[in-house]
């Protein structure tokens, strides 16, 4: 059973005698012309320009999953824009009921593939099905609509604009009046802003609440710090004024977390990091409690929290003691 099955598989990569005729056909300049003004939508092929039509080789698309195609592809001018006509001949013995989202798929693919030649803008692709399988008429739609589960929700969403949610242009105050999880938005916003910690512990000394989004475990807290220090003008005397502003607005609960992480770490041979703290300033020290973090297999988010080294620093002194 699994050779019968393997053999369809390279079948599939073989060429049959209807891939090369139509192959043969359509790479003919003059007869896929023919074949343009005869079959496909007379308004658009009233904007097409013939005159510099050529034919494009179809390797890459799908390039990747299959090797033999019968696909031909003619790059032409509609409108003096840039555009694209391709050519897929359908003649499996059992239809392709997601023929229209394979079709999207190529259609997409020569879209890419001309971005990468250096164009800025898409081009318009018209693609195009020659079927002549044993199902009569055609089984499926040609819509990719149709190829959703739920076709009236998909036609009532899928495909828009995509939603826009812009920081830049929205105000401090609507942002401060969303959920406490989504608090990161604000810190997005003033990320690139000289007085970033400032700004965050305004903010949550007027909305002591917001302080609950630093609070959550010794792993967020390490996330949530590193990218706050990710700033290389943050110095550790502002983290630790944003630290004693977080812990005051949860009672004490933050270095809590900290110290009950820092507890669990002694028990596995990490006093000497442990020692100094949360957020070491001495360059010495710092390096001393990284090195011990790492050889005893530390993620690297938690080495940059405790020895208060940079993330490439730390990457660094990782990568010094595997090689």
């Not at 510099?52 to 696909?71: A, G, W, Y």
């Not at 997409?108 to 002549?132: A, D, E, F, T």
Request: net charge negative; aromatic share 10%.
């Amino acid at each position: 059973m699994t050779e019968k099955k393997e053999d369809k598989k390279k079948n599939k990569n073989i060429p049959t005698p209807h891939d090369l005729f139509f192959k043969a056909n359509l790479e003919d300049k003059g007869r896929a012309k023919k074949w343009i003004q005869t079959h496909i939508n007379k308004e658009i092929v009233s904007d097409i320009d013939f005159k510099d039509m050529q034919s494009l080789p179809t390797e890459f698309i799908q390039s990747n999953l299959r090797k033999v195609v019968s696909d031909v592809l003619y790059s032409v001018k509609i409108k003096g824009k840039d555009a694209y006509i391709y050519f897929l001949l359908e003649h499996q013995s059992s239809s392709d009921e997601l023929m229209a989202f394979r079709m999207l798929t190529y259609t997409v693919q020569i879209m890419q593939w001309h971005l990468s030649q250096g164009n800025k803008k898409l081009p318009l692709v018209i693609p195009s099905v020659l079927y002549h399988g044993k199902e009569s008429p055609y089984p499926y739609s040609s819509n990719v609509i149709d190829c959703f589960d739920d076709v009236e929700l998909a036609k009532e969403y899928a495909f828009r604009s995509f939603e826009l949610i812009d920081l830049t242009m929205m105000d401090d105050k609507q942002i401060e009046n969303f959920d406490t999880s989504l608090f990161f938005e604000y810190m997005l916003k003033h990320s690139r802003e000289k007085d970033f910690i400032d700004q965050l512990i305004s903010i949550l000394n007027a909305n002591p609440d917001k302080s609950l989004y630093f609070y959550g475990g010794i792993d967020w807290i390490n996330k949530v710090l590193s990218y706050i220090e990710s700033r290389r003008d943050i110095d550790q005397a502002s983290i630790d004024k944003l630290i004693k502003v977080i812990n005051k607005n949860t009672d004490g609960e933050y270095m809590t977390t900290i110290e009950r992480w820092r507890e669990e770490s002694k028990s596995q041979g990490l006093e000497q990091g442990l020692e100094q703290g949360v957020h070491i300033g001495e360059d010495k020290k710092a390096h001393d409690v990284a090195m011990v973090m790492l050889k005893n297999g530390e993620p690297v988010e938690k080495v940059v929290m405790y020895s208060a080294l940079s993330l490439a620093e730390v990457t660094k002194l990782k990568n010094s003691i595997t090689h």
